[in-house]
């Protein structure tokens, strides 16, 4: 999937998907403080896609606890019922390289307030450990049936900078 420049307009309808306010933001990635979340508080790296699809990762320095979401239009989605959890693998690409580590996880789908998307979040996963797989990997992939249906893929350019402001933004969140 290639990336595109996300520009001002893209990122803002990227942030609508999320409550928070702003914390960080550059021409690729968006940190937002969200809201509290069961009394957790975290924060949210985002980045807008074409085909506006979507990719994020929930943090919580609090936890250390992270999950992985994404949001696609409908039309690529409509498959996936908000009725059921679907499982996903999730495979990090580096180079040549096939990182299937953390294998299948299990995702809530929910549809979008005007009904044109489903976000996918994922059950909760170590934090720290899948930041780094993040900073380190060229893209991540969503998919089912063995590899042999690609759900989402998303380039991971420029995480490291987006991954150090989403770790400063969630231990910023820690009060001691």
């Not at 250390?64 to 690529?76: D, K, Q, S, T, V």
């Not at 580096?94 to 953390?102: E, Q, R």
């Not at 249906?149 to 001691?176: D, M």
Request: hydrophobic share 45%.
């Amino acid at each position: 999937m290639l990336r595109i420049l996300v520009g001002a307009v893209a990122l803002a309808s990227a942030s609508s998907a999320f409550a928070g306010d702003d914390y960080w933001t550059n021409e690729d990635w968006l940190v937002v403080i969200e809201p509290l979340e069961n009394g957790n508080p975290y924060c949210s790296l985002v980045g807008s896609f074409t085909n506006d699809e979507i990719f994020a990762v929930h943090f919580s320095g609090v936890t250390n606890e992270a999950a992985l979401a994404f949001i696609l239009p409908m039309n690529e989605a409509a498959n996936f019922s908000p009725a059921i959890e679907h499982t996903l693998a999730v495979s990090f690409v580096l180079g040549d390289t096939l990182d299937k580590g953390w294998g299948d996880r299990t995702f809530d789908v929910t549809t979008g307030d005007d009904g044109t998307t489903r976000m996918f979040t994922s059950s909760f996963l170590e934090g720290e450990v899948l930041l780094n797989d993040i900073v380190q990997a060229d893209n991540i992939a969503f998919t089912m049936h063995e590899g042999q249906r690609i759900v989402a893929a998303f380039e991971l350019k420029g995480t490291a900078t987006a991954i150090e402001k989403l770790r400063e933004c969630g231990y910023s969140r820690v009060v001691p």
